[in-house]
């Protein structure tokens, strides 16, 4: 079939009739009134030849007149690539020549350089693309434009954005007319604070959107009507081109998914509030379903010692915990922004103190406090504990390394598992054994953490944060430092092999590493200590440095590359100790001076600070084992029931289980597959969502950053100039010696980039986050929580990195 009528195509065809023909037969099938036409299917595109007696004909049966040629790529209008304007459109074309002239533009636009760099983007495969073309009659409008169904902005699923101009809604897509942005709001929605209530007939995006024109509901209520009806047929958000005609007809043009949204949160019968809780672990990549079992639970247990019980919930692959009940209880709203700013970071903090003065959100209840039984013993215990640790700290320290190591032998699995179902059975009872050494590990870090954060109130008015900062780095005994610098002596140990480690990619080098054909270079004995580890570590999903190591040689090429003696990682690090012991010095004398008795308490609790808050990562590190030995039964039970031994990290225990009687889940695997594909590639993650779609960050007012100023928090202080790098992988970064690290959020996996990094930025954190404690600790300046830095950067771009004044600014 050459060529078939519009009407005849719908979503079960698109590899014949492409995207957009797809969906203009479904609007049809679903009784809209879009324009008459037809589609030259993929075959002909596939022989390469215009069938033009077929393309007459069709023509001649439409009545000739001016015509609309349209692209309909195989590829286009997907859930997760629109391909919105990559491909040609020609309108107003008359006549059988230049008819067929417009079919061959459209069929050549499939191979333009814009639509090429676009599928490659999106990893959309090049073998089985084809390109169908549409041709409907002309509609010479009065005024067009497009609908979204849900509002792009900010997510929110109950409001419909309009883009409206006079004349042909091509221009309103090109960019070209005068645009009048709407948003069509559901007049039963209560309006956010600071907002004025939606109307029915239209109201600005924002405050610097156009104001909508003075009109009566009319089209618009039409046009909303249609809206919800298309959406309602495809059953997501649509992003509809429409047109009215002078007689004031409304026509359907083209209906697509909303590329862009970010999935709804759980359906509610009220509004919630939902805060994502990734950005403590420094991961915006989705988790794998497999990992978000086992994060649900960590993260459930993390908030509940801290007196407090919530829902983490899976929205888009990523953990949100529902902080609804918290934001409305009296009791635990006043320790909300505070929670925010320690553990989440000054976006998150941000975030919570517009919601806590959203009326929607106001308290209730009586406000009386929980039973605390249960809360009072755990005070006891953290207080003795944080004392103990406080008063013998280095006795406290071998305590937390001993419970580490029993950690490390308890967590290996038994010779004696022989079936899956004992596998199986290990995995399930593993994540939920009591840690009798749980103590020894906790509350020397949390005693560590109070020594580095309580000086700074003591000393107001004596010493700034940057003094307490200096004071802080170059600490010892933290794990992850240890790792970088121990990765630092084996590429200095492998320097005989320095132009194979850096001519040859690291993959390769990984792939002959694991077969055993590469030179010596002491690989083994790092991964021994530390192949557990990896970039996104907190997730089972995530295969580790031991199993892939090629993060590693992509670090050991990093430190090859650096060949300046004195900025060698053990030498700054030593710098930054003495460095600390120098300013401890003249911060003790200046503080006993002005505050006597606050003074030496806080000296006292610095210099435990030195000597405990190393010991920060090491919890996780600890959890790591037992993360490891889960991980390697559900492949052994992978590499026995399904063709990929990791499809079992796409599944849930319970699913696996019915797996292993005999139920066939590979359709569900694929689909769980694609999804976690398409959300790797996604760049933006929501600070926080509404449960009506809405990230609630923007909704706040834009900052107001002068030309090439991107203001963020300073985290480790510090100045530096140099060109920037902005990656988004680190387990294949290229980073010269001197060049500024620019990434969404970083964990301890990302570190080893630290060693050559001359600064560090980033999108998302807290200041007590891993990646500004390592930064810190390198002496290396850093500037977290700087929205859009990703994109806003570009690599080679030079930069200057203010870590005392939170700002990065470009230099050119």
């Given amino acids: 079939m050459a060529v078939i009528p519009l009407s005849e195509a719908h979503a079960g065809l698109v590899p014949l009739v492409g995207g957009k023909a797809a969906g203009l037969g479904e609007l049809i099938r679903a009784g809209e009134r879009v324009p008459e036409g037809f589609c030259v299917t993929t075959e002909a595109h596939r022989a390469g030849v215009i069938p033009e007696a077929a393309v007459r004909a069709a023509y001649a049966r439409l009545g000739g007149g001016p015509v609309a040629v349209r692209s309909s ?141 003075p009109c009566g509901p009319g089209w618009r209520a039409e046009l909303r009507a249609a809206g919800r009806r298309v959406q309602t047929h495809f059953g997501t958000p649509q992003d509809v081109e429409w047109a009215i005609d002078h007689d004031g007809t409304l026509w359907l043009l083209q209906a697509r998914p909303i590329t862009t949204l970010f999935p709804l949160p759980p359906q509610t019968d009220d509004l919630r509030v939902y805060v994502e809780f990734g950005n403590v672990q420094g991961m915006l990549r989705p988790v794998t379903p497999m990992g978000m079992a086992t994060l649900r639970q960590v993260i459930a247990a993390m908030v509940a010692s801290l007196g407090m019980r919530m829902e983490i919930v899976d929205i888009g692959g990523r953990l949100y915990g529902d902080l609804t009940d918290l934001v409305r209880r009296p009791a635990t709203r006043r320790r909300l922004v505070r929670l925010m700013s320690v553990d989440f970071g000054p976006r998150a903090q941000a975030v919570m103190e517009h919601v806590l003065r959203d009326p929607r959100f106001a308290p209730s209840g009586d406000g009386s406090r929980r039973p605390a039984d249960a809360a009072l013993g755990t005070a006891l215990r953290a207080l003795r504990g944080i004392l103990r640790a406080l008063a013998r700290p280095d006795a406290a320290r071998r305590r937390l390394v001993a419970a580490v190591d029993r950690l490390r032998a308890e967590s290996t699995a038994s010779p004696q598992l022989r079936t899956a179902h004992d596998r199986l059975r290990f995995v399930r009872d593993h994540g939920d054994g009591a840690d ?28 700034t944060e940057d003094d307490i900062h200096a004071v802080l780095r170059g600490v010892p005994h933290n794990v992850t430092i240890e790792m970088d610098l121990a990765l630092w002596a084996l590429a200095s140990a492998a320097r005989p092999h320095r132009d194979l480690l850096l001519d040859t990619p690291p993959a390769e080098l990984a792939a002959r590493y694991l077969r055993g054909t590469l030179p010596e270079i002491g690989l083994s004995g790092f991964l021994s200590r530390y192949g557990h580890r990896a970039a996104a570590e907190a997730d089972v999903g995530v295969p580790r440095w031991a199993e892939d190591p090629t993060p590693v040689f992509a670090a050991i090429a990093n430190y090859l590359r650096l060949t300046d003696p004195a900025q060698a990682p053990d030498r700054r690090f030593a710098r930054a100790a003495e460095d600390a012991e120098t300013a401890l010095g003249e ?173 560090l930025v980033t999108e998302t954190g807290a200041i007590m986050a891993h990646g500004p404690t390592v930064a810190r600790e390198y002496g290396i300046p850093a500037v977290i929580s700087v929205p859009g830095a990703t994109s806003r950067i570009v690599t080679g771009q030079v930069v200057t990195v203010d870590g005392a004044a939170g700002t990065v600014t470009m230099v050119r």
């Fill in 436 to 463: 009798g050494g749980a103590d020894d590990i906790t509350w020397p870090i949390v005693a560590g953490m109070l020594a580095s954060a309580l000086p700074a109130h003591l000393l107001k008015g004596v010493a």
């Fill in 73 to 213: 790529a195989t590829v286009e209008d997907l859930p997760d690539a629109s391909f919105a304007g990559q491909h040609h459109t020609v309108l107003n074309v008359v006549g059988e020549a230049d008819l067929m002239t417009a079919i061959g533009q459209c069929w050549e636009s499939l191979w333009s350089s814009r639509a090429v760099a676009y599928r490659e983007a999106h990893d959309t495969g090049v073998a089985d693309v084809l390109m169908a073309v549409v041709v409907q009659r002309m509609v010479l409008p009065a005024r067009a434009g497009v609908l979204f169904t849900a509002n792009p902005l900010t997510g929110n699923r109950t409001e419909m954005l309009v883009d409206v101009a006079s004349g042909l809604g091509t221009e309103v897509v090109d960019g070209h007319a005068n645009v009048t942005h709407l948003v069509l709001a559901d007049p039963t929605d209560e309006a956010p604070p600071g907002q004025p209530p939606p109307a029915t007939n239209g109201a600005p995006v924002s405050p610097t959107a156009p104001a909508p024109q």
């Fill in 587 to 759: 911060l003790a004398r200046r503080a006993r001076r002005h505050r006597p008795v606050r003074g030496r308490i806080a000296i006292f609790l610095l210099r435990r600070g030195r000597r405990l808050a190393g010991l920060r990562e090491s919890g996780k590190f600890a959890g790591l084992y037992r993360l490891r030995a889960v991980r390697e039964q559900l492949l052994l039970i992978g590499s026995e029931v399904f063709p990929a031994a990791d499809d079992i990290m796409f599944l849930t225990l319970d699913e696996v289980a019915a797996a292993l009687d005999g139920a066939d889940l590979g359709g569900l695997i694929a689909r769980r597959r694609a999804t976690h594909r398409r959300e790797l590639r996604r760049r933006v993650v929501p600070v926080a969502l509404l449960s009506d779609g809405t990230d609630v960050e923007s909704t706040l007012p834009a900052s107001d950053d002068g030309e090439g100023l991107l203001r963020g928090v300073g985290a480790a202080t510090g100045r530096v100039t140099g060109p920037a790098r902005v990656i988004t992988d680190p387990s294949t970064a290229y980073l010269e010696p001197g060049e500024i690290l620019v990434t969404a959020t970083t964990d301890p996996g990302w570190t080893p980039l630290f060693l050559t990094a001359a600064a």
